[in-house]
């Protein structure tokens, strides 16, 4: 079962660059080659695939400190550690792999996330390019970049499945630190 980070904020995200998918082969000419006039619904399904991505990791960080929230007692460091936290997220904007990584560490403890991006015939450091890729495009169409980036309709059309394959792997490593490192009870059963 993966978390609701995936399965609300993701899945549900992610249905709108699909939608953006639906609409360019509705508004496709049949003929072949490029298709003028279209390339735009491919740049947005960039922004929104990154967004998706973007509220899920700043979910699975909330739901994370949820799991890991003393359950009575003294509470400790606790407030202060959440309180720093959010702090973190609130400042989260940027979610390439070394920000990922880095929110991560600090707010759950997880030393390297990129480990476990990994999936068959992609390797951690195949996901890192990837994803470096998809940000750096990511922010020449926020930011205006003239002439604006040619983002092919096929490339567009995978990014909904290369986020759910990230997240995915992103969902097992946050489980397994959970679990495996903090002993806590396993919050996502696989």
């Known amino acids: 079962m993966p978390s609701l980070a995936f399965a609300v904020h993701l899945e549900r995200l992610l249905l709108d660059a699909e939608d953006l998918d639906d609409a360019h082969a509705r508004l496709r000419t049949g003929r072949r080659g490029r298709q003028y006039g279209l390339m735009a619904l491919n740049r947005a399904t960039v922004v929104i695939c990154v967004s998706a991505w973007e509220a899920y990791v700043e979910e699975l960080v909330r739901e994370s400190l949820a799991v890991m929230r003393p359950a009575s007692g003294p509470l400790g460091p606790w407030p202060a550690h959440r309180a720093w936290v959010l702090g973190l997220l609130g400042r989260f904007n940027n979610p390439n792999a070394e920000n990922v990584r880095s929110l991560l560490s600090d707010s759950i403890g997880l030393s390297d996330v990129h480990r476990s991006w990994k999936w068959p015939r992609c390797t951690p450091d195949q996901a890192v390019q990837r994803l470096a890729s998809v940000m750096r495009l990511r922010h020449e169409i926020a930011h205006g970049v003239n002439p604006r980036p040619v ?36 919050p996502w059963p696989p």
């Open 151 to 186: 983002v092919y309709n096929h490339y567009s059309t995978e990014l909904p499945q290369f986020f759910r394959r990230l997240a995915r792997a992103t969902d097992g490593a946050v489980r397994d630190h959970l679990v495996g490192v903090l002993g806590l009870a396993n």
